[in-house]
C-alpha cells in the first residue's frame, strides 16, 4: 500500500532552519544541526536513512527547497539528503513557471503548476507504479519545509508524520509551522 508520509526534521521548539535561509545557506546559520543524523555514521541513523529511502517511491517538495537543493551551493556527490540516499523521482510544485534549466538532471524532476493536489496524485501514480517491481508498496515523501509537511497539508495528504527532532532553539529561524507548534503535531502517525 502506498502511504503518503510527511517527513522533516524540526528542533523541538518548532523550526525547520536558522536564521536567514537563503541560496548560500539552506538551512540558515546553524541550521545544519537538524541534519547530522542524515550524515551521521551511527548505525541507527544509517539504518533510519536507508529505510526510508528504500520505501520512497517518490517524493514531493516546494519550489523554495528545489532552488537550494539545485542552487549553486545545493546538493552535489558528498552532500544533500544523505548524499547517495536520495528519494527519486521528485514533483516539485511550482506557483509560476518551472525553471529553464536544472542542475542536476540525474533526479528525474517533474514540475506541476497546479498544486500540491496534483502533485501528491502523481507522485503517488508513480510510486504505485514502481512498487511491483520493488515487491514493497513503496512511500509518497513530502519533504523539506513546513509548507508542505505541516498540519494544514498533512491531514488531507499524509496517512504518517515522521519527524527527526533536535534540542536546539534557531528562533528566529524558519517556523514548520506558525500556527501549531511541532510538539503538538510531530509525533501525531494516523494508521
Known amino acids: 500500500m502506498t502511504r503518503v508520509i510527511a517527513d522533516i526534521s ?9 536564521p536567514g535561509p537563503g541560496p548560500r545557506h539552506g ?9 547530522t543524523w ?3 555514521d551511527d548505525p541507527d541513523d544509517r539504518r533510519v536513512l536507508r529505510e526510508g529511502t528504500a520505501r520512497s ?6 519550489r523554495r527547497l528545489f532552488d537550494l537543493v539545485d542552487g549553486p ?5 558528498t552532500t544533500g539528503y544523505g548524499a547517495g540516499e536520495v528519494g527519486r523521482p521528485a514533483f516539485v510544485v511550482v506557483t509560476s513557471a518551472p525553471p529553464e534549466s536544472v542542475r542536476l538532471t540525474d533526479l528525474d524532476w517533474t514540475f506541476v503548476t497546479t498544486g500540491l493536489p ?6 503517488r501514480e508513480r510510486a504505485e507504479a514502481a512498487s511491483p517491481e520493488s515487491g514493497d508498496g513503496l512511500d509518497v515523501v513530502l519533504m523539506g519545509g513546513g509548507a ?4 494544514r497539508s498533512r491531514p488531507v495528504w499524509s496517512t504518517r508524520c515522521h519527524c527527526t527532532s533536535r ?16 510538539a503538538r503535531w510531530c509525533s501525531a502517525a494516523r494508521p
Do not use: I, K, N, Y
Not at 73 to 77: F, H, I, L, Q, T
Open 10 to 18: 524540526v528542533s523541538l521548539d518548532g523550526f525547520v532552519t536558522g
Open 27 to 35: 538551512l540558515g546559520s546553524g541550521g545544519e544541526a537538524l541534519h
Open 38 to 40: 542524515a550524515f551521521s
Open 57 to 62: 517511491g517518490a517524493v514531493v517538495l516546494g
Open 73 to 77: 551551493a545545493g546538493w552535489d556527490d
Open 118 to 123: 496534483d502533485a501528491v496524485a502523481a507522485a
Open 148 to 151: 508542505r509537511s505541516a498540519p
Open 167 to 182: 534540542p536546539s532553539s534557531w528562533a528566529p529561524g524558519r517556523p514548520c509551522s506558525p500556527a501549531v507548534p511541532a
